[in-house]
């Protein structure tokens, strides 16, 4: 007797953790840190005992990402040569974490969020529009340039579902027209109010508050009169 097995799509990314060689980004592609960013990177080195140099290497990524915008792998061997490690623990890095682009992005990097809470809230319509007011599908490069589009897994606000990252700005409780907004802002120069779309503050209900409605009580409310500390005796008069 044969047993039925039921499984779910395998979902892979469309990164290769290899690096290939291309016209863009090879071991001569040009990268040096300006002097204001290796100062910067010189000061967060400095916070870690010496022989933990490494530790640094998450910030000096990041630094190399807001400077080019992604980061090449001429890049990566820099950073191994100021940290004074070997390559491999960078590419280890680089490679793991999802927000390091290893690959030009855009001006604009527009993140979907397709977990579960973003889902039942309809990220895929949410994706839909993204796709379409940039003119670009998810993993590609519009042909202007200026967006790229991506979709990832959990941005840490799932009380705001839906949600949509542009670099480093949060749009939250977004809708259609929402999307359509934000992107026809970014394309003329401008950047979107970032937060929730819904006019709700950070994450309150969407219904309105429905506890904490009162002042909170002062130190010392409903405590046992036991637990009170005594009041100082008065001295007797003679």
Known sequence: MLRQFSTSKSLRSEELNVHR???DNHAGTPFEFTEANLMRLCAIIQNYPVGCERSALGAAL??????????????????????????????????????????????FNVKVCVTTPCMLRGSDVILQAVEEATCCC????????????????????CANAPVIVVDDDYYEDVTVC?????????????????????????????????????????????????????????????
Not at 75 to 104: D, G, Q, S
Not at 148 to 156: A, Y
Request: charged share 20%; glycine share 10%.
């Open 62 to 107: 990041d630094i190399v990402q807001r400077q080019m915008g992604w980061i090449p792998i001429s890049a990566m061997h820099r950073v191994a040569e100021i940290l004074n490690i070997p390559r491999m623990r960078v590419y280890e890095w680089a490679t793991f974490y999802t927000m390091c682009k290893r690959r030009y992005r855009g001006k």
């Open 178 to 238: 929402d999307v359509y907004n934000i992107i026809q802002i970014l394309k003329c120069g401008g950047i979107p109010p970032w937060g929730p779309q819904s006019c709700r503050f950070v994450a309150e209900p969407s219904a309105g508050l429905t506890s904490l409605l009162e002042c909170p009580p002062p130190p010392g409310y409903c405590i046992q009169q036991a637990l009170c500390p005594a009041a100082p005796s008065q001295p007797t008069k003679k």
């Open 138 to 157: 998810a993993g590609g490069l519009s042909a202007d340039g200026m967006f790229g589009v991506d979709t990832v897994q959990c941005q840490g606000a």
């Open 21 to 23: 060689d291309s016209k």
